[in-house]
């Protein structure tokens, strides 16, 4: 199953970045198409958010993002990230 | 005869040498060695370049005995108090000023190799505090006086140096002992790498193909006193010191913060930006902080800026040890007539629209400016002249 | 030494190992905002200095220098076990934490300040050094204020034990800071003097030959034991003992948290804080309060 259709690994996903970067979100509110990153984006996460939350996808998932703007392009929102962890 | 503060000793350890004469000809030449490090205990696939200490096998990481930490530390304290020829009197009345990012985090590391204890439970059993380093060395070289211990990341040293510079300017010390170290360790090593800072095979600052920093080990050791021991002695001029509040661990990319440490740093010595024969950059490779850096340069000297040198491509960017370890380099490669190139650089990037020396620059006295960065948004500025030594 | 006046000063002591959002909540008497990636040792900077300055407007070029014995020590071993244990690489925050100094960034950062901004340390007397700094950057004219504090986490079990006298000090954390100006007007006490000595007997020949200006309280760091303190007392004969040890407890920036107390506690009175590191280095500050 494609990432994107998997509730269950999105619901995952959303908790791993509230955690990872030490925001007061309540998951529920994270919209799967929602801008994860910069300051117009909801939760506003940064290049340091994008690099703790890669280190975490990498001990949980085993799956190495090297590249700083391929993290940034995987991690666009929780759709583009559920597809890339798990593309179908 | 002129009052101040003057480098009147030095010694240095790194990947180029282990004298000043050796890395001064291994920087006109442009003998750099570089070694490829792995993340072993990550399990990760690849390697990347680090600026070792590579003097014989003893020397490699895996090789290194217990007390290889102080014994290059010890060494390298002993050298620049010898080549200032302080006598034991004399040392009495030196003061320590010690920059490090690191600390003793390498003995702790070194100590796991040989015990089945956790390199955590050791370093909560033994670590002793930040000043201890410090403390240690005056107690093997005999150096009275107080120690102070700097950790303001790669700007450790150079701010150790500034204060004991104006600490010996206004009388309030006759003589300091000042030291830059940071040896290799898994804690930094893996660390920039986990912010994706590291470069993956060549360093090239303000190139436009630059892809990061990549680190270096080094031990560097000066003697300020308040006279010239010889001509040529450099003197500190003045220097400044803030805090850039834009990001923990990049600057505004205006550069406005960075431009106005310069700028404190010429009011403080007193001098026109155009007094300034040469500038030594922090130039660390990274992104953001060489484009924050040139902005800043081309701010405080109004778009006419003297030449510029990036010295990490010889020793590696070696942080917290940068600040005294770059002083040296840069200082004695002016003493022998050049301001260096910089090595790995091949096209100008639009961002930093600045292209260092990319040949060695004869030079002779002058007026010189250092700058240094890290994280924390600390910011250094050192001012320092050899004009007038021989008159 | 002259022209040294605390404004405003702040102690803050905690329990050791208390709760980081206790922490938080603490913070939050003095700022509203919320704190992401910050550990034990920000937050106790982030309470000591802000409740120091709560009040009081402060000049943009205000300089930090925050002195610690161990600063960022726990976030050292979270990233070492990091890669060795969980063989990983560290966590970004873990490892920019572990440079001490980013609790003056955020300070500044908070504070809206552009000045020099410094952590440093000394075995025993950190404080004390720090005060040196401070006094070199007024007297250059870089400054016109500074916050300056010590700051520990409560250490941890073996750290610095052999050296210390143990008297069954609780372990506690600790964030005691001044906030000082050049000018009188407006300040409740006064750094009166910052003196170093090669050992006891020079400290003990100054303190003999000031002897025109009596102090009313002396205080002692870690490392003066009982009889040594008796020795200090007979030459000095104050009429009090301030005992902040053991009535606040321990942490590698005692000396700045009880001197915080003292001024916070004692208008009116003078104190003379006697200190010394493993080497038999002396270091004597005079604090007068208003």
Do not use: Q
């Given at each position: 199953m494609k990432g994107s259709l998997d509730e269950g690994l999105k619901t995952a996903?959303?908790?791993?970045?509230?955690?990872?970067?030490?925001?007061?979100?309540?998951?529920?509110?994270?919209?799967?198409?929602?801008?994860l990153f910069g300051s117009d984006s909801r939760l506003g996460l940064d290049s340091i958010d994008a690099?703790?939350?890669?280190?975490?996808?990498?001990?949980?998932y085993n799956l190495l993002i090297s590249d700083s703007k391929e993290l940034r392009k995987v991690m666009r929102s929780i759709n583009t990230f559920a597809d890339f962890i798990q593309p179908g | 005869m002129q009052q101040g503060a003057f480098v009147t000793g030095k010694a240095m350890i790194c990947a180029i040498g282990e004298t000043p004469e050796q890395i001064v000809e291994a920087v006109r030449h442009r003998r750099i060695h570089l070694a490829h490090l792995s993340f072993p205990l990550a399990g990760l696939p690849y390697t990347r370049p680090y600026y070792l200490i590579m003097r014989n096998e003893a020397d490699r990481p895996e090789n290194r005995p217990d007390g290889y930490f102080t014994e290059i530390l010890f060494s390298t304290a002993a050298g620049a108090i010898a080549d200032a020829g302080l006598s034991d009197i004399e040392l009495g009345k030196t003061h320590l000023f010690f920059g490090s990012t690191s600390m003793d985090v390498p003995v702790f590391e070194g100590n796991h190799r040989i015990t089945s204890a956790s390199v955590s439970d050791i370093f909560l059993r033994a670590?002793?505090?930040?000043?201890?380093?410090?403390?240690?060395?005056m107690e093997r070289l005999g150096i009275g006086g107080g120690s102070y211990t700097?950790?303001?990341?790669?700007?450790?040293?150079?701010?150790?140096?500034?204060?004991?510079?104006?600490?010996?300017?206004q009388g309030r010390l006759e003589r300091a002992l000042v030291i830059g170290y940071d040896l290799f360790n898994n804690l930094g090593f893996y660390g920039f790498e986990g912010l994706k800072s590291l470069a993956t095979s060549t360093y090239r600052p303000f190139d436009r193909q630059r892809d990061g920093l990549i680190l270096g080990e080094a031990c560097g050791a000066v003697v300020l006193e308040g006279r010239p021991r010889s001509a040529g002695d450099f003197r500190f001029l003045g220097g400044a010191n803030l805090c850039d509040t834009y990001s923990v661990t990049s600057h505004d990319e205006e550069g406005t913060a960075v431009a106005e440490t310069m700028n404190r740093a010429l009011g403080q010595a007193g001098i026109a930006p155009g007094a300034i024969r040469a500038v030594k950059a922090h130039a660390t490779g990274t992104e953001n902080s060489d484009r924050t850096e040139c902005a800043a340069m081309r701010l405080t000297f109004s778009g006419r800026v003297p030449p510029v040198t990036c010295v990490k491509p010889f020793i590696g960017h070696t942080v917290g040890a940068c600040g005294v370890c770059e002083l040296i380099l840069f200082t004695q490669s002016l003493k022998a007539g050049f301001i260096p190139a910089t090595p790995g650089f091949r096209e100008k990037d639009e961002g930093c629209?600045?292209?260092?020396?990319?040949?060695?620059?004869?030079?002779?006295?002058?007026?010189?400016?250092?700058?240094?960065?890290?994280?924390?948004?600390?910011?250094?500025?050192?001012?320092?002249?050899n004009e007038g030594g021989r008159a | 030494m002259t022209g040294l006046y605390i404004h405003s000063v702040s102690a803050f002591i905690g329990e050791a190992l208390a709760d980081t959002d206790l922490l938080k909540e603490e913070l939050h008497k003095y700022a509203q905002e919320n704190f992401r990636r910050v550990n034990r040792f920000i937050l106790l900077s982030l309470i000591g200095a802000r409740e120091c300055i709560h009040g009081h407007s402060i000049a943009a070029d205000t300089a930090v220098y925050l002195t610690t014995e161990y600063g960022n020590l726990g976030d050292t071993v979270v990233v070492l076990d990091e890669i060795y244990a969980a063989h990983s690489l560290p966590k970004p925050f873990h490892f920019i934490n572990t440079m001490s100094n980013t609790a003056t960034f955020y300070l500044a950062q908070n504070l809206g300040t552009r000045g020099r901004n410094l952590t440093i340390s000394s075995q025993y007397l950190s404080f004390e050094r720090g005060l040196d700094l401070l006094m070199t950057d007024l007297t250059a004219g870089a400054e016109q204020s500074a916050l300056i504090g010590g700051v520990d986490v409560a250490s941890l079990p073996g750290a610095g034990g052999e050296e210390r006298d143990t008297r069954g000090w609780r372990m506690v954390d600790g964030s005691g800071w001044f906030y000082v100006r050049p000018e009188h007007e407006g300040a409740c006490g006064a750094f009166r003097e910052n003196r170093s000595f090669r050992n006891e007997a020079a400290c003990l020949?100054?303190?003999?030959?000031?002897?025109?200006s009596p102090v009313d309280v002396v205080a002692f760091g870690a490392l003066i034991g009982g009889e040594e303190a008796s020795r200090w007392r007979e030459a000095l004969r104050p009429i009090a003992d301030f005992s902040y040890l053991d009535q606040y407890g321990y942490c590698g920036s005692a000396a700045a948290c009880g001197i915080g107390m003292f001024v916070k506690h004692f208008?009116?009175?003078?104190?003379?804080?006697?200190?010394?590191?493993?080497?038999?280095?002396?270091?004597?500050?005079?604090?007068?309060?208003?």
């Open positions: 996903l959303k908790r791993l970045i509230v955690e990872e970067c030490d925001i007061k979100v309540d998951i529920a509110a994270i919209g799967d198409d929602d801008t690099l703790e939350i890669s280190i975490a996808v990498m001990n949980k | 670590s002793n505090g930040y000043g201890k380093i410090a403390s240690a060395v700097f950790t303001t990341a790669c700007t450790s040293s150079a701010n150790a140096f500034l204060y004991a510079a104006a600490m010996i300017g629209n600045l292209t260092p020396l990319t040949e060695n620059e004869a030079v002779g006295e002058g007026i010189f400016m250092l700058n240094y960065f890290g994280f924390g948004g600390n910011c250094t500025t050192l001012i320092l002249s | 020949k100054w303190i003999r030959e000031r002897g025109e208008p009116g009175k003078s104190l003379l804080h006697i200190n010394r590191d493993p080497r038999g280095n002396y270091a004597v500050l005079e604090v007068e309060v208003f």
